[in-house]
């Protein structure tokens, strides 16, 4: 089947089958493989990625379902050539070892960061506990988000 | 050398800490293996087995050759070279043919236009199984049915063991072990078998070059042994194979040995298109090795002042199917059974053996992550019978230069194991927390509906240690090349795989400061560029790396001044002090030393558990760590941070759970990693005390906080609740007693 969905503000339209993941769609369609692939079960967020808006694992969506509507993943958070504060503060803090959770840990935390622009640690813990990460030991991904939250 | 430690400051060759990756890997760019894709490229699938052990009876491919989209479906019959394979034994079929012996084993590949073309025709590829009775118990193996009759490993120089099952076994005798103390503690120890979960799941892309040749871009932990194993099975010169490093997600010594990398370049090479294959989480489970599950007994006696007498330990490891790296495993375990202590007298005995179970190998800390926890415990057992402060015991005993291992080789080098003890005592733990608090913050989360009635405040100490590098006379080197041009730039070809450390900002800062310029740049490492870098694995990649990039700088410079201010191009090989092989009747050093390095940490926990519920919350973690000098202090930290959470995860919740062999949890839903709520805030103390053979005095830092976080967090527990807790991970269920 044919969808036709916006990708980080751009019209794009795919052939896809009727139970792929919007995470295949975007990975292996649609060139985009910044979301990752690590568990594609709804239970590591690597494949975070915003479906109008809303925080989403996009290995649980079907591709059908984002048929006219609008998704911004990791490429897309930020202009060419810029980094989201969020993203400049992972590299800054050294919350990037293997960086294979970082593109839906950047996505989740910039997420929380337009909900609760000053989270508390414990909001932050909490509202990143959907992501793993098999490398840090969360604290520089928590000095990451603190210190993005001061800017 | 040494000169060079004071000039060598952290950050000096990556401005604001940022490693030369990070960016790339915050905006996505980074291109993982998973992420390639080549023109005309077919997908790959494995057909798996279903059973633990069996005899195939016969495979029918006929289905799946007729489903739509699909170029090949190969078995065993269509390897084109050696049928076998393995990192250290060849004893392992590229795929199954006469039986399978573990449950996921590959029978056969798939290759088709699709990769849901490729799942479907994987289905219905018809495998006949007459299922055998899997040989699960481990204590058993030795009396039970072979399931390799050539015995592939006898005839490597270990100790005589003719019994079924065996894969090595160890001894190692010092002193008397008979000798008596005052006080005598004892114990069964054991832990469950537990998954590197690294992210990134195996994955790669094998292009046919037209030749008869094939490029395999792979995530992988050594780009050349994974070459010398692929080519043989190919039927391939090994030149004709060469292996390029993928982005890495993630290894933790699950990439040492090979997943998909045959398989993808078998399919390339029969339909003549690129091939790539990518693992789902599932199959990544039953994809790679394990660490190895562990029962241990241990003894420990000592004088009534609580100086130990003798040692006497036995460890048993269950290899699984295949011999992976079960042989330097089990020999790890027994030679830092002890932990960091001086003992006169001592017995280990160590068995790993073959069973039906998912195969083991290497995983973070090998080997002395299992006799940690047990020797840990014992030293907290003797000083609550002698009634001795166990931080007070520890530096009592605490071996350092000078004094001997179990092995009988003298610490030659640092090991400043009483200082890590002292400074880890030293860090001031939080204070006890008030109730009621958020749910959030109580044991168990918000999922504890209590008011805390329950909870029980608990702190636990632990040491331990192990070898940085290879051992037992391994001729373990590492290559680099440098290439400086017209204009002074340079360029580093160095085959170490960067799996997450940070290994790539190593041979930066290094070559940045033997070259005198920022302008260096890392090639991508190839085996087709440059010899082999050996694994990154055993703590070593830090020393060798800048040690052979530091050799290849010096070198280069020098021939650069020969010839007059010319483009030069220079390979190095670096190798560390050599080791020599143990005695394998009584796991003693022959000819010198077996281990060139050692690196030692503490640890203090703080936990709090519902001991009503069984729930656990590690509040808060202390350590202090050996790191001989840190290059930077970011990624040490960051090392020590994500080690302790895989400790941490060893101790609570991570376990492999198996029926009949047959894997029960192989998702991230059934098996648990530690999250963001189960991480407390940890404090890192770095002890800089430099390895005198070590470029720079450095020492790897990856393991020591693995080895010691589990042994730690338990004598937290046990604090908290005065139970035994012989066993990890610690269920809610041996908390309450039910």
């Known amino acids: ?151 | 050398m040494s000169t060079a430690v004071g000039t060598l400051r952290q950050g000096r060759a990556t401005p604001a800490m940022r490693r030369a990756d990070a960016v790339p890997k915050v905006t996505g760019e980074f291109a993982y293996s998973s992420d390639l894709h080549a023109a005309g490229m077919l997908w790959g699938q494995t057909v798996r087995s279903p059973h633990a052990h069996a005899r195939i009876v016969g495979i029918d491919i006929s289905e799946a050759v007729g489903m739509p989209g699909v170029h090949a479906v190969l078995t065993h019959e269509d390897v084109p070279g050696r049928k076998t394979y393995g990192l250290e034994f060849a004893d392992q079929p590229v795929l199954a043919s006469a039986r399978v012996r573990y449950f996921g084993e590959p029978v056969a590949i798939v290759a088709a236009e699709e990769p849901e073309q490729a799942r479907r025709a994987a289905a219905v590829v018809r495998v006949e199984y007459e299922p055998l009775a899997p040989v699960t118990d481990p204590e058993r193996a030795t009396e039970m049915e072979a399931l390799h009759p050539d015995r592939p490993t006898m005839g490597h120089g270990y100790r005589n063991d003719p019994r079924p099952n065996v894969v090595r076994s160890m001894l190692i005798r010092h002193g008397d072990p008979d000798a008596s103390g005052d006080a005598t503690v004892s114990g069964h120890y054991e832990l469950g078998q537990q998954d590197q979960a690294f992210l990134g799941p195996e994955s790669g892309i094998a292009i046919p070059d037209g030749e008869g040749g094939i490029d395999i871009h792979v995530a992988t932990q050594w780009l050349h042994v994974d070459r010398d194993q692929v080519a043989p099975c190919l039927g391939l010169e090994p030149e004709m194979v060469r292996i390029h490093l993928a982005g890495v997600g993630g290894a933790f010594g699950g990439r040492e040995d090979l997943s998909m990398q045959i398989h993808a370049a078998m399919l390339a090479l029969r339909t003549d298109r690129p091939v790539k294959m990518v693992y789902n989480r599932e199959e990544s489970f039953v994809g790679h090795i394990h660490r190895h599950p562990a029962r241990i007994w241990a003894e420990h006696r000592a004088t009534r002042a609580g100086q130990l007498v003798a040692v006497r330990m036995r460890v048993l490891i269950d290899g699984g199917a295949y011999a992976s790296s079960s042989s330097a495993v089990i020999s790890n375990a027994c030679a830092f059974a002890v932990g960091p202590y001086a003992v006169e007298n001592v017995l280990v005995e160590g068995l790993a053996v073959y069973t039906n179970n998912p195969p083991c190998g290497a995983m973070r800390g090998f080997g002395a992550v299992q006799t940690c926890f047990a020797a840990e415990a014992q030293m907290d057992k003797l000083a609550a019978e002698l009634r001795i402060d166990p931080v007070e015991l520890r530096l009592l005993n605490a071996l350092e230069p000078g004094g001997t291992l179990a092995t009988g080789q003298v610490v030659a080098g640092s090991l400043p194991t009483r200082e890590v003890i002292r400074r880890a005592a030293a860090i001031p733990i939080p204070e006890a927390e008030e109730l009621p608090r958020d749910a959030i913050r109580l044991p168990g989360g918000a999922g504890n509906t209590t008011r805390g009635e329950g909870i029980r405040r608990g702190v636990g100490f632990a040491v331990g240690f192990k070898n940085i590098c290879f051992s037992e006379g391994f001729d373990d080197y590492c290559t680099a090349r440098v290439r400086i041009r017209g204009d002074g730039s340079a360029e580093v070809h160095c085959a170490s795989a960067e799996v997450g450390q940070g290994v790539t900002d190593v041979i930066l800062q290094v070559a940045r400061l033997e070259l005198g310029t920022e302008h260096v740049e890392l090639a991508s490492g190839s085996t087709a560029e440059v010899g082999s870098a050996g694994s990154t694995s055993a703590s070593r990649m830090t020393w060798m790396a800048a040690g052979a990039v530091q050799a290849a700088c010096r070198a280069a410079l020098d021939e650069r001044e020969r010839l007059g201010g010319a483009e030069v191009d220079v390979e190095r090989v670096y190798r560390h002090p050599r080791t020599f092989p143990l005695d394998p009747e009584t796991g003693q050093i022959t000819d010198g030393q077996a281990h060139v390095a050692l690196a030692v940490a503490a640890m203090r926990v703080v936990v709090e558990v519902d001991v009503d519920l069984g729930l656990t919350r590690v509040v808060w973690i202390g350590t202090a760590q050996d790191v001989g000098k840190a290059l930077s202090r970011t990624a040490v930290e960051g090392q020590i941070e994500g080690g302790t959470a895989q400790g941490l995860g060893l101790a609570l919740m991570e376990e492999l759970q198996t029926h009949d062999g047959v894997i029960a949890n192989a998702s991230f839903t059934d098996y648990l990693v530690p999250t963001f709520l189960d991480m407390p805030p940890i404090v890192s103390e770095l002890v800089e005390e430099p390895e005198p053979d070590a470029p720079y005095g450095v020492k790897g830092v990856g393991e020591p906080p693995t080895v010691v976080s589990t042994a730690a967090i338990v004598a937290a527990l046990r604090n908290a609740t005065g139970r035994e807790l012989a066993r990890v991970p610690v269920r809610p269920d041996d908390i309450v007693e039910v």
């Open chain 1, 1 to 151: 089947m044919r969808i036709e969905l916006t990708v980080n503000g751009e019209l794009l339209e795919a052939e896809v089958w009727a139970g792929e993941s919007l995470l295949a769609t975007l990975r292996d369609r649609l060139a985009l493989p910044g979301s990752k692939n690590a568990c594609e079960q709804g239970e590591c967020g690597s494949c975070s990625v915003l479906l109008d808006g809303e925080l989403v694992c996009s290995c649980l969506v079907l591709a059908a379902q984002a048929d006219g509507h609008e998704v911004v993943t990791v490429e897309g958070l930020a202009p060419a050539d810029a980094l989201h504060p969020v993203q400049d503060a992972f590299a800054e803090t050294g919350a990037v070892q293997c960086g294979f959770c970082t593109p839906g840990f950047v996505v989740a935390a910039a997420d929380l960061l337009r909900r609760v622009p000053e989270p508390s640690d414990d909001e932050i813990r909490e509202a990143l506990s959907g992501n793993l990460c098999r490398c840090t030991g969360y604290q520089k991904i928590l000095d990451a988000v603190r210190e993005a939250a001061g800017r």
